[in-house]
């Protein structure tokens, strides 16, 4: 597990952003945070709400809390529900930076409420990838975002996404067919 795991690992279980957000459900970690592909400060989560509750409420009163609490710098609100903007998942996104006094640095934490059989498919995905990832998968992908992140501070948008799909699933290995793939998904790089 690398450095950047712990130290996610750490903020997840010291800050009090976490806590917030399961007082109104179950929280689900996804994306590099979950496959174990970090390469920079970035937690991708999504909320399985309690019965009966509305979306954009919990999201509200979540908002609330976070805003009046220290180190949040930025929040910021999507409905890619009723707005959607493919490939983006459809739901909710409330996005925030929080400062961890531990590394001295902001962390950027994506939290997504989706419909519930939207979550479960997503939920399904994720451990796909998960399961079907070898250790020459991995260190594959980790080659490609850590060169990102170095050219650009973070891989670009939806990049790890279908970077997964084409090392796992397509069982692309050479440079060329991997950006091929990339880019006919409309990710630049």
């Not at 949040?72 to 490939?87: A, E, G, Q, T, W």
Request: hydrophobic share 40%; net charge neutral; aromatic share 14%.
């Amino acid at each position: 597990m690398s450095d950047l795991h712990h130290k996610a690992d750490k903020f997840i279980q010291t800050a009090p952003y976490c806590e917030i957000i399961r007082t109104h459900g179950h929280l689900y970690f996804t994306g590099s945070y979950f496959l174990k592909t970090m390469t920079w400060h970035d937690i991708d989560m999504q909320l399985s709400l309690n019965q009966d509750q509305e979306a954009r409420e919990v999201l509200g009163t979540i908002s609330a809390a976070l805003i009046k609490g220290k180190g949040i710098k930025k929040l910021k609100y999507i409905d890619f529900l009723n707005y959607p903007r493919p490939p983006m998942t459809s739901g909710f996104c409330v996005s925030f930076t929080a400062f961890d006094e531990a590394i001295k640095d902001f962390w950027k934490i994506d939290l997504w409420v989706l419909e519930p059989s939207l979550l479960q498919e997503n939920q399904k995905f994720m451990h796909h990838l998960k399961e079907r990832m070898t250790p020459e998968h991995h260190t594959l992908i980790m080659a490609f975002k850590n060169e990102w992140t170095t050219l650009y501070g973070r891989p670009p948008k939806m990049a790890s996404y279908y970077l997964y799909q084409a090392v796992i699933f397509e069982n692309l290995k050479e440079r060329q067919q991997i950006e091929t793939y990339l880019r006919s998904r409309g990710v630049e790089i």
